[in-house]
């Protein structure tokens, strides 16, 4: 080696070392910021608010940004707030730029974002800032996983598998309840499959990548579950598509990007997440068999509610025959009952258990229990979420409510003001306080659906709940509209 290529290998190590020191310094944000940069997140036009022939039309709303911080890890309590919303878009736009997505169609704007979506520079940064995010995102996790009681044991971890499907089956879900409940049935069914699909084809994908590699001698069956979850879900492609378009939906992948909820984004990224780390495959297994009981327990719920909001039944959830053999256990359609599920965790924890003991048992459990806890906040979330929606106009009234009480006791509170022009898009988002939107003049459409927008104009008010998602389009020449924030004391008592 020459002098000068020992200087340039030593510069290229002293860059290395800068990049990982930035990983995990104050320049990590730095890091996000880049990777948002690109063309293809760049915020909504109001043509845009849906992109059914362009998956890699991606809206991140980059601009927020510059006082957001992703160089810390976020709080239990602060999940669904902006900075979670955005960061699950874009550590999904990270893994997905790593799988192949071809528009139904030839399209100039396809072929231009996807070159962003695809290239070499996106996918480098998206290598800087995958670990920042991935910190801030799914940190608070692990310090509030509970223990094994009594100990790891193989026992003590069917004990807790067999409450939890039990629990699920008696009570698969808050957000089904919610849904029963709402007047514009098929518009909630709507928005709710709209959170199906952003993260059921991203968890069979993410169990396709984790069959990836050469491991049978060591754990001989796992790769051959994995792999059957994935043909099962292939096999069920026509089934799928038939579901979405009974809510006039279309199956391409980012279509309705802007109004995937942040849970729902996060439990899809959670399986991307590990499938990607081999290290913690135990985590991964334990994370599957969370999605193959919840597969089980809300199968009959998801066929009520579309049957009962979109006037059909749908064969995705039809029940299908076991496919348990004495070496694999029914997975996942077919997982029969407790039995199964026996059979299923014994066949992936034995030879997990012989390889690292302990330490597998307690990683497995890991995995089960961070996604049996991020399945538990999409469903408070999405049950939240369908109620706001259906209730619409109570949130006008509560909103000219508020305004009153604030004038007549004189309060003034925090509020921002914005003066936008014709066409100008607000790309769907959330406040981290509850905000009111209150027109001065002009004329805009409020959207949290696919299905209609709202129509505010001169005077008119609405109530926006903290991690209420939301966007808008300005049709006027200009509109001037106020947000004032409104304590959470005040909000209760409204």
Known sequence: MTSDQATTLAGFDELARRVEAAQDGPDAHALVRA???????????????????????????????????????????????????????????IYDADLLYLPPNRNAAADRDGADFYGAANRLRAALAQPVLE???????????PSLSGGPSVDGVLGELRGYWEERRDHP????AVLRGTRDRREATTFALLQLSAFLPAARTATARASLGEYDPAHAVARELLVEDYRRWVADSSAWTAL???AELTPTVGAYWQLYLNTSLARGNHLHLLSRSPYRHAELLGAFVHQCIDDAVVATAWADAIEDGLGERPALFTARP???????????????????????????????????????????????????????RWDRDLADQLAWADAIEEYKAKARAIDAYLTTEGIEVDLDTFVESCDETSTTHVHDEHRLVMIESGDMHFWNNVTHKIALSDGDKILIPKSRLHGSTVLSGSCTYHQPIIPDDMYLTF
Do not use: C, K
Request: hydrophobic content about 45%; charged content about 20%.
């Open 135 to 145: 910190r801030h995102l799914f940190s608070f996790l692990a310090p509030q996983r």
């Open 244 to 246: 979405l378009a009974a």
């Open 173 to 176: 879900g808050d957000a089904f």
């Open 35 to 93: 990777f948002a940069a690109n063309p293809a997140f760049r915020p909504a036009e109001w043509e845009e608010l849906t992109t059914e022939d362009d998956p890699y039309r991606r809206p991140v709303r980059p601009a927020d940004l510059a006082w957001l911080n992703y160089g810390t890890a976020l709080g239990p309590d602060d999940t669904l707030g902006l900075s979670g919303l955005l960061g699950h878009r874009m550590l999904r736009n």
């Open 322 to 376: 076991s496919a348990a053999t004495p070496a694999t256990p029914a997975t996942p359609d077919g997982l029969d009952g407790l039995d199964g599920l026996d059979g299923l965790v014994d066949t992936l924890l034995t030879p997990l258990l012989a390889l690292s003991g302990d330490a597998a048992l307690i990683a497995f459990h890991a995995g089960f229990t961070d996604a049996a806890e991020l399945a538990r």
